[in-house]
């Protein structure tokens, strides 16, 4: 299912502002993650509607994807 593309880059722009606060890094910096994690793949193609998922656990999702 895909969602509403609104409602989608409002989520993304809340996971985006949530990883520069949890990373203490700029949005700048932020953004560049998020566009380049798998995480953000996934959420694009509408796989497994992984986009339901809460903002939060997908901002810790995208922080995995870059720790491990």
Do not use: W
Not at 47 to 63: F, P, V
């Amino acid at each position: 299912m895909m969602a509403n593309p609104v409602l989608l880059q409002r989520k993304y722009a809340r996971i985006i502002v949530l990883l520069a606060e949890q990373l203490h890094i700029s949005l700048a910096q932020a953004l560049d993650y998020f566009m380049r994690s798998k995480t953000y793949e996934l959420m694009s193609e509408g796989i497994a509607d992984i986009h339901c998922l809460s903002d939060a656990y997908l901002t810790e999702e995208i922080i995995r994807e870059y720790t491990s």
